[in-house]
């Protein structure tokens, strides 16, 4: 059973920086693509960022860096000068592919979300 589980989220203000952790259980996890995603109220789940080719969304791009450490199944999002439309719960997807995907619904695993919240 694969198992993702986030945390880092919090309170920053505008210009802040935060971690976002995604720890990863029951797969191989070096073997398959991951991303983090992001959902503002209102509005449908976006790209923010993935591993297997490291790829961004041009929002993020210079700001965020994604990465991993495969001997502890955990992808991590160093979110720097974050800014109030960053607001958002980051949630982080695995799917049965070691191809990256932009889109949501190619995810077949998810974890609960944390939420960050940015302040101006």
């Known amino acids: 059973q694969v198992q993702l589980v986030e945390s880092g989220g919090g309170l920053v203000q505008a210009g802040g920086s935060l971690r976002l952790s995604c720890v990863a259980s029951g797969r191989t996890f070096s073997s398959y693509a991951m991303g983090w995603f992001r959902q503002a109220p209102g509005k449908e789940r976006e790209f923010v960022a993935a591993m297997g080719s490291t790829s961004y969304a041009d929002s993020v791009k210079g700001r965020f860096t994604v990465s991993r450490d495969n001997a502890k199944n955990t992808m991590y999002l160093q979110m720097s000068s974050l800014k109030p439309e960053d607001t958002a719960v980051y949630y982080c997807?695995?799917?049965?592919?070691?191809?990256?995907?932009?889109?949501?619904?190619?995810?077949?695993?998810w974890g609960q979300g944390t939420q960050v919240t940015v302040s101006s």
């Open positions: 997807g695995s799917r049965s592919s070691s191809r990256i995907s932009y889109y949501a619904n190619e995810y077949d695993y």
